[in-house]
């Protein structure tokens, strides 16, 4: 018999008695397994689960589906509603329960079970680009919710406070933040006319296959094409695809039929796929939360991964447009700013940004700890934000 990895048992435990479980644990460590777990001892319950993503949605209606006499109903964004009053899980995007047929067909359901998956989401996506997230909470206001759970990754510090604030007592947290144990994680500043030689020249000495991950879907089919060019089997995956080519690409990913993955953030949550050993980020993301997403999709097996993260400052004056108007995005954009610049251990700067305030000085896992380089030249942060050499202390007022 399967046996359940503590942090399972400790959540399964919480859920024996109404309250929320906020549970934070490794990706591919088996998050899932404790709501299959709940709804499996729990006939009669009626489960809303809340997916970020159409592909994630898919796998869970999969695994859901081998469970005994359920009715598992709704992938993302289908219209599929629960039958009134009746046991089953429903599978729902926040934007489909904002709708007010969704609304008062679940009203009409009062499901008592809450799962929200991925749901760093609430913090990465609900302020700009998907607001939707950020009301997920407020859906414990209708029906009969005596319980939820709340499953990532990664969550950071200052996420993990607001969530307390905006969820009912009682809350109880389990887990935090953690890298893959083999994953070996490399940061290089490459300035944008030698980026591709540098990624070109990084992935011909890695083993087995991996992703790239870009901001755009036209970086997606440019880097592509000069990958193919040299005679990678690569392949682009972008929000852009059709369903059918995205399950497609899905497939072909699954039977081992590529080598390299180029890939918007579309492809991530959901994607567990254990022989990808490598990861390499075209420039520095916006955020260390998208960050720890991206590297995240490899070193789920034994075997040694690696992750690169190119960059340089004119990364920052590309993203800097993007989010004007947001306080909390210059903070977080800070912060990617101060640890790229860092000559300090980079996985333990994650750990402390994901709130473990333990982690020791090195890790020996990633090229800071061993090879230490020439410090940075000075900001050039404030050219991007018009501000002076006070431009961190003001940029944190902002």
């Not at 592909?55 to 209606?61: C, D, I, M, N, V």
């Not at 390299?260 to 420039?283: E, P």
Request: hydrophobic share 40%; charged share 25%.
């Amino acid at each position: 018999m399967f046996q359940l990895r503590p942090f399972q048992k400790e959540a399964l435990s919480a859920l024996k008695t109404p309250g929320h479980v906020l549970c934070i644990a490794p990706t591919g460590s088996g998050k899932s397994l404790i709501y299959e777990r709940f709804v499996e001892q729990n006939p009669r319950s009626k489960a809303l689960l809340i997916t970020p993503l159409l592909a994630l949605a898919r796998q869970q209606r999969e695994r859901l589906m081998k469970l005994p006499n359920k009715v598992i109903l709704g992938v993302g964004v289908s219209r599929e509603k629960p039958p009134a009053y009746e046991p089953a899980i429903w599978i729902a995007s926040p934007e489909s329960l904002m709708h007010p047929i969704r609304h008062s067909a679940l009203e009409l359901w009062s499901p008592d079970f809450l799962i929200v998956d991925e749901c760093h989401c609430l913090w990465e996506w609900g302020e700009q680009f998907r607001p939707a997230f950020s009301r997920i909470p407020e859906l414990l206001g209708i029906g009969s919710f005596h319980r939820s759970l709340w499953l990532t990754a990664t969550l950071p510090r200052d996420a993990r406070k607001d969530l307390r604030t905006r969820l009912p007592s009682p809350l109880t947290e389990i887990g935090s933040f953690e890298l893959p144990s083999e994953l070996m994680l490399q940061v290089s500043r490459v300035p944008w006319p030698d980026r591709a030689e540098a990624l070109l020249r990084w992935i011909s000495i890695q083993a087995g296959a991996g992703i790239v991950f870009v901001s755009t879907r036209e970086a997606t089919l440019k880097l592509t094409r000069i990958l193919q060019s040299i005679g990678k089997n690569a392949i682009s995956y972008h929000a852009g695809l059709s369903n059918e080519e995205r399950q497609s690409i899905e497939n072909m990913i699954s039977q081992r039929k590529t080598d390299v993955i180029v890939a918007t953030s579309a492809f991530g949550m959901g994607m567990d796929h254990a022989h990808l050993r490598w990861a390499a980020l075209w420039q520095a993301p916006s955020t260390l939360l998208s960050l720890a997403q991206a590297i995240g999709r490899v070193g789920r097996s034994s075997s040694r991964a690696n992750a690169l993260v190119l960059w340089d400052d004119d990364d920052f004056r590309l993203i800097e447009w993007t989010i004007q108007g947001s306080g909390r995005r210059r903070r977080e954009l800070l912060e990617v700013y101060r640890f790229l610049h860092s000559d300090s251990c980079r996985r333990n700067a994650l750990k402390h940004y994901f709130g473990d305030r333990s982690a020791s000085e090195t890790c020996g896992k990633c090229d800071y700890c061993c090879h230490r380089q020439t410090p940075s030249t000075p900001s050039v942060y404030s050219e991007m934000t018009g501000r002076s050499v006070q431009s961190e202390r003001n940029l944190l007022q902002s």
